[in-house]
Structures are given as C-alpha cells and as structure tokens.
C-alpha cells in the first residue's frame, strides 16, 4: 500500500520518513517530494509499506501525530492519473482558445 505524508517540517530526509513508519512494519521505499527547481523539500511525501495490516496501523497512529509543531496527515495515496496530474502544462499560457 502506498501512504501519502503530508505537512512534513522541510527539513525531512527519506530516511527519516522510512523511520517513522518501520516501527509499524516493513517500509519498501520511502521518498519526500522536492521541487524540481530548487531542489527543496515540498513538505510531503510517499510510504510504500507492502503489507496492508501494517499500513493500516501507521495511518492510524501516525495520521494527526505531532512532528515538530506539525501535525502530519497521512492517509492511502490516490493513484497517479493519466497525464502526471494537473495544472495547466507546459506551453498551455492558460488563456483559453485564440479568438479569430
């Protein structure tokens, strides 16, 4: 099961996270998402734990849990859509269709 991690304090490493969540069991991979540009922590992240008993327990203990003044939300991550997600693209601009 993959757990989605929000509202990690910024200075979170992978290996962090995938410590938070062994003590519930086996963590397979554990990632905090970063800005492409900068390189920056965006303040969540992703738990796969391959065991769905022991992903069910870390929600449940870790959802609303206390991290340095930060009260993390953790629930089952939505699967990815087609197109990588949203926004508007790269060339979109935005502005709808060209009048002619």
């Not at 003590?23 to 540009?37: H, L, P, Q, W, Y």
Request: overall charge positive; charged content about 25%.
């Amino acid at each position: 099961m993959n757990l989605y991690v929000g509202n990690l304090p910024f200075s979170t490493t992978n290996e962090e996270l995938a410590a938070m969540f062994s003590e519930f069991g086996e963590v397979k991979n554990a990632s905090i998402i970063t800005d492409r540009m900068s390189g920056r922590s965006r303040g969540f992240g992703f738990v796969e734990m391959p065991n769905d008993a022991e992903a069910q327990a870390a929600i449940s203990a870790m959802n609303n849990r206390d991290i340095n003044g930060r009260p993390l939300t953790v629930n089952e991550a939505r699967p990815k859509t087609e197109g990588g997600g949203g926004g508007r693209g790269r060339h979109e601009g935005g502005r709808g269709p060209r009048r002619q």
